[in-house]
């Protein structure tokens, strides 16, 4: 039974055949086999007879078995009939449309069917329901029951079809747009296909392992049939998922999709040309769109194409071979001698699919396909019998086979046989002999290609005795070992070997230990140092060989186990230690051949040096480091190989003193009094080390040393010496053992001291500004004088170097007129800088003033006198220097360089100047030797006019704070130069005083009386200047309620009564106190008093229980106006317990009341502390959050 899944054209038959194998006889009565045939995807269901159902997925075979040999029935849906077609000798069951044209040339009318009742599942309740079943299964299947049912998805409609009314005429409408609905539901598949089955992905129809057929178009499951394409529109899978037997539902789909375009597209029929054997070109024409009546044509980019071909008939399976924008392709892959149809549809993104016509064609007949490899029926020493198959026969018959050999000689092919035959037997062959030969098919158009080669060998005779095994490589539990084939055996023979093997002493014989064709074998888990016997057979086709030479091989010793742990043997030397050790406790298998002595000097690490190799087992270690640590170890050498290494010993040489040290040098440069010497330690320490140093000193060799220096240190400096005299050094180490020899001596000069120091310099004035200074080169001190430095300055003890050089004069530049300067000079050698000289002292001629530094605009807070500052421009600078001579005006330039000359002051107002207005103002000094040099300019603008006062407010009322308002208050963003403010508040003197001056637009007045009235008055002034004030606002502060109390005292009188008594308060501003006394026996607090009494008394309470009280006062206001109680916060808590009145003195402990109080108190204060670390956790984190994500 083929499923509905559509198959690749060059795979599975044009249209649904379900060929019936050769006829099986069982008994007496004719059984008939049943090849059911699940395509890729689909799904074969059967039912068995105890009412279980098994599904089986494709691709798979099923074989059915017929008990009567009669041809099973075949249920098709209305418009649909069954034909049985015989070809080739095979019959096959044949679904065909009621309509599709039937060719009696290609099939052949066969005898029409036995009648055989209806066989149907009741899976639909347009079907009719079978009868029991009728087929049982065939033997050796498995658990394959008789009654089958093939479920497939809904079949596909094409143009040509017309539609067929039974009972769903509803859903048969419109071909256009079920044809659109189907490749939309291609596309929404595609994805789902990705890992599909066989090669057509693009059109076959999601798999299923549930397909219920809800329509009379499925096919009738009767196991040879295939589902065909019915008259109604393909079915879309969602539709499937719902309510069966509802076909409306797509109808009112589809007719939403259809009104959503009026534009209808019309496709030509597409033309084949130059047919091929497997391969035709396909055109067609650009598609035109009609409108209200109206023909439009478009350009080819508009559309995509899509080209689908169909080789099983009008109505078969179309697969899509070309999606794109050309307008003529060539469709490749084809069969030859096969019919095929194809259409053209085109799809645009604003206008409905169109479909075109079918256009059918035949390709052309082309020779044979490649035939497979023939095969070997029988051969015989001289003969081999082949058989082969057809091959595809591609549209003409097939006249006669080619077969060719190489004759056994791996040469060129030959022809052997040529005819119409499908088997030959080759004759007077060779024996053992290997044939290599190809097959090949010919038709009345050509000759096929040649199938592969395939190789067959003759039958031969038992091989000879083969040479014995040879030992490749041999190891402690294994051996290696090779043979030859025996001789006179062909290369080509394929032969296999038994190799057997016995070991010494075992007492079991021969035992086969490898059977395979290799010529090589490694036996393993062998013991070690054993002897062990082989032979060898050899295998072919034919027979077994006599056994090989027995020869014997044995396998290698075993390595042996780490010799003891090395031990010292006498006393322990400088430079000597005797070294013994004893042989390991395993030797392997096999005898100690020679002992290995290594020796390490480092602690750690793995360089180890070998003193010693021989068979005795005790070395002397000499030529030692004294003092020196080393780690010894042993291993040993024998047949089997190299033992481990054993346990490390560790040994210490004794110590010697030290050697002698290298003489000392100098470190860093020598100084004049002064020789610092640096020393490193000896090249042989002795074994211990360097504990100290001793320096040895003398001014010759014939003088007596003395010791300047004994310690740990490697370097010293000798102090106290002369400059330039040459000094001898000795120096010696010791360690714990003694002192060393001393080192070769060290002669070492000291450096030539700095010069002397300089004379007075001689100072001369070339001008106001400039002087020549000159001095005399004093005495070198042995070192040649390398430079001069000059000091100079205003000051002896602020004098700085202007001159460094060899020259002995230098002239100074840009003084200052009228100015005392000293001077010294300082001479330098290579020993260093000898001492300044005395100092020389002159005095510069006068001269014009200089410029005027400090020259800047004066702010109006900075002015005496109120000036218009939109006229009006105060400057301010500082006089300069004279020079010598008193300054007696300045000049002023502003402006158009006017020139304005005022007296010696150092203040001038700029008046009659334009408002907001920039200028630029400079001066100048004026004395009696002429006019200064201009000072840098400013710039200053004079300002507009000042602004008017705002209106002000007050928006929150307090007991001792007003907050006040003003103005409308903009961006400062939006604001260049914003306006300020300058709010003033009328004191108890009557005067007003400023209590804010700033740019905000609210202030907030703290500090105040309750209950009082006060006047305030704003003005408001930018870089214009000052407004006037505003005229003056009366605000009134609310009155203040009563301070905290302390806590309560409770004394108690009797058993269950307390007395409580608080501080009072004096009356506030004529206003009565009122007080509230509150008592807790838990959490909640209740009042138990409130009145004008400092105390009260508390009854009836309950013995040994903890009781807690506050108390609080109240306001009592006599203005009628107000509320008529104001009251304060609470007074902290206080806590007592209600005892027995024996166990209670008369009186309250005032230790324990005060204890209690302080614990309630800090109790509070924790608590308000830890509040107040909360709240400035969360503030500083909403600061962050601003700052990073608002202002920024």
Known sequence: MMADQPPPLEATPILNEVPLLPHMVNGDSIQQVILVQVNPGETFTITTEDGHIQCIQGPAHVPMMSPNG?????????????????????????????????????????????????????HHALLPHPPHPVYPPVPGTGELPPQFIHQHPPPHVFQEQEPRSHGRTNFIQRDERSLKMQEHLKKRLKDRQASGHTNNKLNSPPSSPHKVVNSPNATIPNGNGKGQQGAGGPLKQKQIGKTKGSPDAEMGESDTESKKCDIHLSIGKPV??????????????????????????????????????????????????????????????????????????????????????????????????????PKLINRTKNSLSLQWKSSNDNGSKITNFLLEWDEGKNGPFKECYYGHLKQYKLTKLSPSTKYSLRLAAKNDIGMSGFSETVTYYTAGIVPPAPSPPVLVEAGVTWLSVKWSPPNGVSSDDSLTYTLDMEEEGSGYGFQPQYNGDELSCTLRNLRRSTSYKFRLFAYNSEGKSSPSEVVEHSTNPDKPGPPSKPAVKGKIHSHSVKVTWEPPKDNGGSDITKYFLEISDTSVGSKWDTLYSGLQREHVCDHLKPGTLYRMRVYCVSKGGESQASDVMTVTTSAV???????????????PKEITLQWGPPSVDGGSDITEYIVEMANSDQEERRQVYQGPASEYAVTNLLPGRAYCFWIRAANRVGFGPHSDKAEISTAPGPPDQCCKPLITCKSATCAVVSWESPACNGAEISEYRLDWGQAEGAMHIVYTGPGQSYEVKGLTPATTYYCRVQAVNVAGVGLFGETGVVTTPASVPAAVADLHLLEEDQMEISLPLSTCLAIQWEEPCCHGSEITGYNIEYGEKQLLTVGRSTSHVLENLLPDTLYRIRIQAINSFGVGPFSHSIKAKTKPLPPDPPHLECVVFSYQSLKLKWGEGPSRALIT??????????????????????????????????????????????????????????????KSPPASLKAPKANQLEENTYEVTWEPLPPMKGDSIVYILQLAAGREFDQVYKGPDTSFRLTSLQTNCEYRIRVCAGRQSQDSAGSPELYGPYSPSTVFSSQKQELVPPCADPTTELAETRKTLREERFIAIVLLCGFAVVAILFAVVIQYFVIK
């Open 977 to 1038: 130069n914003p306006t300020q403010f300058n709010l003033q508040m009328e004191d108890r003197f009557g005067r007003f005083v400023t209590v804010y001056n700033g740019p905000c637009h609210t202030y907030k007045v703290q500090r105040l009386s309750e209950s009082t009235t006060y006047y305030f008055k704003i003005q408001a002034y930018n870089d214009a200047g000052e407004g006037g004030f505003s005229e003056v606002y009366a605000f009134t502060t609310t």
């Open 272 to 373: 084949v040309s130059d047919i091929q054997a497997r391969s035709a070109v396909l055109s067609w024409n650009l598609p035109v769109s009609s409108q209200n009546g109206e023909s439009h044509s478009h350009s080819p980019a508009a559309f995509t194409f899509e080209v689908a071909i169909s080789n099983s008939g009008k109505n078969g399976k179309f697969k899509s071979v070309y999606v794109g924008e050309e307008l003529t392709i060539t469709l490749p892959d084809l069969r030859p001698a096969t019919d095929y149809h194809a259409r053209v549809s085109a799809t645009s993104s604003s206008i409905k699919e169109s479909i075109s016509e079918l256009v059918s064609f035949t390709t052309e007949s082309c020779e044979p396909d490649c035939p497979a490899a």
């Open 70 to 122: 009669s041809m099973p029935p075949i249920f098709v849906p209305p418009g649909y009939v069954s034909q049985v077609v015989e070809e080739n000798g095979v019959r096959k069951v044949v679904v065909l449309p009621h309509s599709a044209e039937f060719h009696p040339s290609m099939h052949p009318p066969p005898p029409p069917p036995p009648h055989v009742p209806h066989y149907m599942h009741h």
């Open 657 to 671: 003193p030290p050697g002698p040290c290298h003489a000392p040098c100098l470190a860093g440069k020598a100084k």
